[in-house]
T-cell receptor
Framework: DAGVTQSPTHLIKTRGQQVTLRCSPK?????VSWYQQALGQGPQFIFQ???????QRGNFPDRFSGHQFPNYSSELNVNALLLGDSALYLC?????????????FGQGTRLTVV | AQKITQTQPGMFVQEKEAVTLDCTYD???????LFWYKQPSSGEMIFLIY??????QNATEGRYSLNFQKARKSANLVISASQLGDSAMYFC??????????????FGAGTRLAVHP
């Protein structure tokens, strides 16, 4: 049973460019969340997708957008990259439920903006 | 607002000894969940243990146990019989309920644990 998979694992982009990160959830999961983890900090919630719609969003600008496909996989898009967008981007999948739902994380995509 | 506080930036422990990693939280939600994750240098967040706000007993998962003190709003992780492979970053996280939103995990800043032989 494959867990959460993310691609690519590493990425280097130039300031001002756009980037797309991809996530395939754990088999059977229908909800995908994205987190940004800056160096030396805990992950910060970006947004969550369920039934192809954004359910909740954290404090991130509109440059961060996403999409969920009918097979539950998801993409995170970041436009007009800034140096401060350099971080580990984590995808987590879960089943839509209440507070006791465990989230399974992927290995992350390490984005470096130069 | 919901918040997780981990006051220990780094901890070290001798192999085979027990260690406690501290976590305090703040929330107005009557229903919430508390999680501990391990993050090795590879980056993946590995789920360790979960405690629900209405659970009467402290959660245990193998060598991991969660010391849940609801009145003090603390959820400390206890690792027994530490192993060299336990060296990693450890994050405490909370998932809210009706007020905070079921949809997101709020993480603390983490504690880096080093296990010495």
């Amino acid at each position: 049973d494959a867990g959460v998979t993310q691609s690519p694992t590493h990425l280097i982009k130039t300031r001002g460019q756009q980037v797309t990160l991809r996530c395939s959830p754990k088999s059977g999961h229908d909800t995908v969340s994205w987190y940004q983890q800056a160096l030396g900090q805990g992950p910060q919630f970006i947004f969550q997708y369920y039934e192809e719609e954004e359910r909740q969003r954290g404090n991130f600008p509109d440059r961060f957008s996403g999409h969920q496909f009918p097979n539950y996989s998801s993409e995170l898009n970041v436009n007009a990259l800034l140096l401060g967008d350099s971080a580990l981007y984590l995808c987590a999948s879960s089943l839509v439920s209440g507070a006791n739902t465990e989230a399974f994380f992927g290995q992350g995509t390490r984005l470096t903006v130069v | 607002a919901q918040k997780i506080t981990q006051t220990q930036p780094g901890m070290f422990v001798q192999e085979k000894e027990a260690v406690t990693l501290d976590c305090t939280y703040d929330t107005s939600d009557p229903s919430y969940g508390l999680f501990w994750y391990k993050q090795p240098s590879s980056g993946e967040m590995i789920f360790l243990i979960y405690q629900g706000s209405y659970d009467q007993q402290n959660a245990t998962e193998g060598r991991y146990s969660l010391n849940f003190q609801k009145a003090r709003k603390s959820a400390n992780l206890v690792i027994s019989a530490s192993q060299l492979g336990d060296s990693a970053m450890y994050f405490c996280a909370m998932r809210g309920g009706l007020l905070g939103g079921y949809n997101k995990l709020i993480f603390g800043a983490g504690t880096r644990l080093a296990v010495h032989p």
